[in-house]
């Protein structure tokens, strides 16, 4: 399937300042990023590693969802697909996700007139 694979992060823009318009101050963020994503149609299971710390999210596109925050919060949301991209509310933030040139490209935007867009880069290894 299309986004199934494992990515290494390769470049981030605003990731600090992310973190601190969502309230992780104290997140490390000089680590490398692994994210592997297995597809089965619209199912997927997405996952974030970083050196001692997992975060897993199983979603159905077009369903909604119960998913799971950087912090362990739960929420309800539903997923969708539009022309590649997966986009889904979390409670902070929109997110989206699509492969461009084999590169899986993440954005991150929170709300506001002082939003702060993330966006992450990773290839694909």
Known sequence: MAFS????????ENYEKFLETIGLLNAKTDHKVVTEV????????WTQTI??????NKFTVGQ?????????SKFETLVTMEGGKISLQFPQYQFTAEL?????VMNCVTPGEK???FKRV???I
């Open 5 to 12: 694979g494992k990515y290494e992060l390769e470049s981030q």
């Open 38 to 45: 297995v597809q089965d149609g619209n199912n997927f299971i």
């Open 51 to 56: 050196p001692n710390w997992t975060w897993s």
């Open 64 to 72: 909604e969802c119960e998913l799971t925050t950087m912090t362990g």
């Open 100 to 104: 461009i040139e084999d590169k899986l």
């Open 115 to 117: 939003g702060v867009t």
């Open 122 to 124: 990773s290839k694909r």
